[in-house]
């Protein structure tokens, strides 16, 4: 007997696909024997296979043809042969949102779904479901209730998981199949337990106290899913995520128990459920890193790569629970499957000794080439890691990164390389040199237009400190020849920062900026005219403003500023004092080592934080006059977390006055509040000037109130200040589940946590690239020398740690970080205070001194340019409560 | 990526697809409406997956955020995509039962050609194995029961011969108009 497709193969000429040359047209052509009778089943059942098949291949089906063979197919439901019903099936869903008035098909489909043929119950409830809205749902609600409980499995199976979908669409009337659910899930077939868990717990998610009941009872009762297992374990880690409360509860033990489960499935589950916790201690992990080490020797590659992947993760928290695995992962260097061995190697770079790095590093640069960039990225990730961990290795490193960033690879693959070399930079001041070589070799060919400006970014503040900074200046001049507009005039500002630092390089850069100056694009030429000018004149305080640390101010801020300038034209010239300075960017190492897909992530310059406060603050009346936003503290607490209302405050502080923006959330779903105020008394000289009430405050929706204070300005010391607040506000109980609130209501209040004013809220972080340049910039003539005690910090790291946060300023050139063994330290902090005309530079200059012990003096330097003064009085008990910090004018 | 446990859900595949060995798409169905919502960046997605996947039979891959775990059969390629949360074992358990239930009604013959003269039998298949994205089954026995399914080409002769005892003649006229 001949193939039935073999003629048509023989016509087209092409090779095995029997629909590669399928026409739309013809195929809905073919569709009008569906009218002819008898039905021939196997015909028609082949022209639906085609229909499907055209669809799946993301051919366009208009409506009208849609619904015309859509309503061709409704007569083919005459036919009794299965398989073409259950296509029928298929193809209902297939058009559901092509086709118009499928519900014509619903009789067809109840009928079939309460009829004898059990093959046909379950398929024909996923089809109506799909067919099927609010108003139709509430007409087969009797039947889907009925089917919920059926006794077949698959007919159960069927209708919860529609019912699951459903959910979305009508809540209310699914929910109230909640009785037949509870019904199945005590059914013996596996699936349908399954199924039947996952409709409850989407239908009682929001109620903590149901959900927590129904796990009770399912974890006594012993399911026999494994998928019910899983399911049950992900509730469990979800609830015990959300209490924060200990481990001891008796859903961890569940959860614990899971691992001795006989199902592979389950036990990974239950293992990674553990591993994802926060703060969970070495010996509760140490159960499921036993179980994920057994499954690093599993012949499946998916367990090995589940095992290795959730270890990954143990060893950036816990790097000492996984050294008990390194012997397994050992062996899955070699494994086929690059992703688990990148994984195993990535992992025990963690976990390993100094002296495996450099077997791994070699064993790692064989395969290199062969892992996808998501898995590159990993690896340099994890070295990264290891050069903050084991510093002397940098040279390895370095090596190693070289080597990979002459490979081909994305976007993504070299910066991250890129970003991993300039930490070691940063880190290292050893290796600064061969560092900036290879990156001077990497920018020679370089695609990426922000990695090369990021790199001469980096030149220009590193290379003029070098030993030899004659040699980066032919690189740099290099770009200025052969690159893009953006390239050049980074690279011109580059060439700037040696004229600026280097005297007997000076001459030479002025020839090259000369020649800039003749470039087509006009960035180039501006850069290049406006340093030429700078530099000529020799002037080391013009310099460090103007070259080494550029603006502080913010962006947007600027841009906003300017714009408003120009629509009031005056014949003041624009002060640049009046732009909202810029927050410092928070330079927070990245710990996350995994594969991330970061290539969908937007890099758009967002506006800060700041900004957007900035933003709703001036739409507020009230507040216009206050000039501009000066600093946004982080929000403060004012409730614990588990309380009627939380109540959060930012504060916000201007030139002289500070606005109070109080979040608040109520929690209660039986209140409405509404005319919502803070009202706060201060405990020193501090102005009550306006409360900006919240007009109302439904259930979970949070809404924002503010509170207006003036800042003393005749009392300079004043700058602490504690505040009691009270929240005050209008209740009206309402039904909880409409929302509909009695007609009246009456006064209340609630008693928030005290808020303090400390001098961090005064002094905004400034980032000074060069602080060496900054702080001769401001000169010995305003210095202050003071000796503090530290009484209560034990470490150097605490102590420099409190500094900085108590002072709320910006730590530059890296000196936050205490190197390793050193018994003194020197930290550079750099702020501007709030007030006098815009606000004056504070650099600082910490020291201390040799031999740092608990309660020795602590020298603080600072020099501020103008009008404001810092004094500290000493006091020698802890730093934070009783050191007070006051402003006074000379 | 993925610091945070998953969010407790039905809702495990986030697609599957079974590509030639040029790497077309033969069937494939997303479950994520917001997970590649066009047609252009399913088939770009597809691609990729096909070109870091078709050279060595590794089992699973984690490409673009997800976990693809994967089987190849003569000039066949399954694959089911999950999140990067999700539990590799399960995705792996329903990638069982769709190549296992397949290389049922495909009588072992697991190849595009015969892949292809059933295309209904394996739209069944994968129609009674994932249903929006949730695991409606995972035994491929229970999937061949529901599906009921005959092998399309090649009758048995018994099944002639059958039929001609009992007078159903329809399917006989049905094979001699093809011919």
Not at chain 1, 160 to 185: I, P
Request: glycine share 4%.
């Amino acid at each position: 007997m001949i193939k039935k497709f073999d003629k048509k193969d023989e016509e087209s000429g092409s090779g095995s696909n029997p629909f590669q040359h399928l026409e739309k047209s013809a195929v809905l052509q073919e569709a009008r024997i569906f009218n002819e009778t008898p039905i021939n089943p196997r015909r028609c059942l082949h022209i639906l296979t085609k229909i499907i098949y055209l669809l799946n291949q993301g051919e366009h089906f208009g409506t009208t043809e849609a619904t015309e063979a859509f309503f061709a197919m409704t007569r083919l439901f005459q036919s009794n042969d299965q398989t073409l019903r259950r296509m029928c099936y298929l193809t209902i869903k297939e058009m559901a949102n092509i086709s118009e008035d499928v519900i014509i098909v619903t009789s067809s489909l109840t009928k079939d779904m309460t009829g004898k043929e059990d093959v046909y119950r379950g398929p024909a409830i996923r089809a109506l479901c799909r067919i099927t809205d609010t108003t139709m749902l509430q007409a087969i609600e009797r039947y889907m209730k009925q089917a919920i409980v059926d006794k077949v499995p698959s007919v159960s199976s069927s209708a919860l998981v529609s019912s699951l979908h459903m959910v979305k669409m009508s809540y209310d009337v699914v929910k109230r199949w909640v009785n037949e659910a509870q019904e199945a899930a005590s059914s013996d077939n596996i699936m349908v337990q399954y199924h039947a868990l996952g409709l409850l717990y989407h239908l009682r998610k929001n109620d903590r106290l149901a959900v927590t009941k129904m796990l009770n009872k399912f974890t006594k009762s012993g399911l026999k899913s494994p998928f019910a297992y899983c399911m049950l374990i992900r509730i469990a880690s979800k609830l015990l995520d959300e209490t924060e409360g200990g481990h001891d509860s008796p859903l961890f033990d569940f959860i614990e128990s899971c691992l001795r489960n006989k199902n592979e499935m389950v036990v990974y589950e239950a293992a990674s459920a553990i591993v994802h916790m926060p703060n969970c201690t070495a010996r509760e992990l140490a159960p499921a890193v036993s179980v994920l080490q057994l499954f690093c020797s599993s012949p499946k590659a998916a367990l090995r790569y589940a095992a290795v992947r959730t270890l990954n993760k143990v060893a950036m928290k816990h790097p000492s629970a996984v050294t008990a695995c390194n012997l397994d992962l050992e062996n899955l260097i070699t494994d086929s499957n690059r992703s688990i061995a990148t994984l195993a190697i990535t992992t025990l770079l963690k976990t390993g000794s100094e002296s495996s790095v450099d077997r791994l590093m070699k064993q790692i640069s064989s395969f290199v080439s062969e892992i996808s960039d998501e898995f590159k990225v990993v690896v340099v990730q994890a070295i990264s890691a290891l050069c903050q961990k084991y510093p002397r290795k940098h040279s390895v490193m370095m090596n190693f990164l070289s080597n990979m960033l002459r490979d081909d690879g994305g976007f993504e693959y070299k910066r991250a390389i890129v970003d991993c070399i300039i930490s070691i930079i940063e880190e290292n001041p050893e290796s600064k040199e061969t560092g900036l070589a290879h990156l001077c070799e990497f920018i020679e060919d370089c695609e990426h237009t922000v990695l090369a400006t990021k790199i001469l970014h980096l030149m220009g503040k590193e290379g003029p400190r070098t030993p030899q900074p004659s040699k980066y200046i032919r690189f740099i001049f290099n770009r200025v020849v052969l690159e893009s507009e953006a390239v050049r005039a980074a690279a011109v500002s580059a060439l700037a920062k040696f004229g600026a630092q280097n005297d007997d390089l000076l001459p030479s850069v002025l020839v090259l900026l000369q020649r800039c100056m003749m470039d087509s694009d006009d960035e180039v030429r501006d850069r290049a005219t406006f340093y030429m000018n700078v530099l000529q004149q020799k002037q080391k305080a013009l310099n460090a403003a103007y070259i080494f640390n550029g603006l502080s101010v913010s962006i947007p801020g600027l841009e906003k500023s300017l714009h408003q300038y120009t629509l009031e034209p005056s014949e003041k010239p624009f002060d640049m004092k009046t732009v909202p300075l810029a927050t410092a960017p928070i330079t927070e190492q990245k710990t996350e080592i995994a594969p991330v897909a970061t290539s969908k992530l937007p890099e758009k310059l967002a506006p800060s934080r700041q900004d957007i406060y900035q933003e709703q603050l001036a739409a507020i009346p009230e507040f216009q006059g206050l000039g501009p936003l000066f600093k946004s503290s982080e929000p403060v607490q004012l409730t614990e977390a588990e309380t009627e209302y939380v109540v959060r405050c930012i504060k916000h502080t201007f030139a002289g006055h500070m606005v109070f923006q109080f979040d608040c959330t109520n929690t209660l779903n039986d209140q409405l509040l509404q005319k919502v105020v803070v009202q706060m008394e201060p405990s020193e000289a501090y102005e009550v000037v306006h409360c900006v009430p919240a007009p109302s405050l439904p259930y979970s929706q949070p809404g924002s109130c503010y509170t207006l204070i003036r800042l003393p300005d005749d009392d300079p010391t004043a700058v602490s200040c504690t505040f009691s607040c009270t929240m005050k506000y209008l209740v009206r109980d309402c039904d909880p589940n409409t929302g509909e609130p009695d007609d009246d209501g009456y006064d209340d209040e609630y008693v928030l946590e005290d808020l303090e004013v400390t001098v961090a809220d005064h002094i905004q972080k400034v980032l000074k690239p060069n602080f060496g340049a900054a702080w001769e910039e401001v000169g010995d003539e305003f210095e202050k020398e003071e000796t503090f005690a530290l009484a209560s910090v034990r470490t150097l790291d605490e102590a420099v740690g409190n500094i900085i946060n108590f002072l709320g300023m910006q730590p530059c050139e890296r000196s936050d970080k205490v190197p390793e063994n050193k018994n003194s330290h020197v930290l550079f902090l750099a702020g501007e205070c709030r007030g006098s005309s815009g606000g004056p530079f504070v650099p600082l200059w910490g020291e201390t001194p040799t031999g740092f012990k608990s309660g020795t003096p602590h020298h603080l330097t600072l020099r501020t340019e103008e009008a404001s003064r810092m004094r500290g009085e000493t006091s020698s008990s802890n730093l934070k409560k009783s050191r007070r910090f006051s402003f006074q004018a000379p | 990526m993925d610091s945070t446990s998953p969010e407790p859900s039905l809702y495990t595949v986030k697609a599957v697809f079974i590509l030639d060995n040029d790497g077309n798409r033969l069937l494939s169905k997303y479950y994520d409406p917001e997970l590649y919502p066009s047609m252009k960046e399913q088939k770009t997605f597809e691609r990729n997956v096909f070109n870091k996947t078709h050279k060595a039979d590794n089992e699973i891959a984690f490409l673009e955020g997800m976990t693809i775990v994967y089987k190849s059969s003569i000039d066949l390629f399954f694959y089911v995509v999950g999140s990067a949360q999700e539990n590799e074992l399960m995705l792996m358990s329903v990638l069982n039962c769709l190549f296992d239930s397949t290389s049922h009604i495909l009588r072992k013959n697991v190849e595009q050609r015969c892949l292809l003269e059933n295309m209904e039998g394996v739209f069944l298949v994968v129609d009674e194995i994932i249903d929006g994205g949730v695991i409606l089954e995972s035994d491929p026995q229970q999937v061949l029961q529901k599906v009921n399914y005959r092998l399309m080409s090649e009758p048995a002769y018994g099944f002639v011969l059958f039929d001609y005892i009992t007078g159903n003649l329809e399917a006989q006229t049905d094979r001699s108009q093809l011919l």
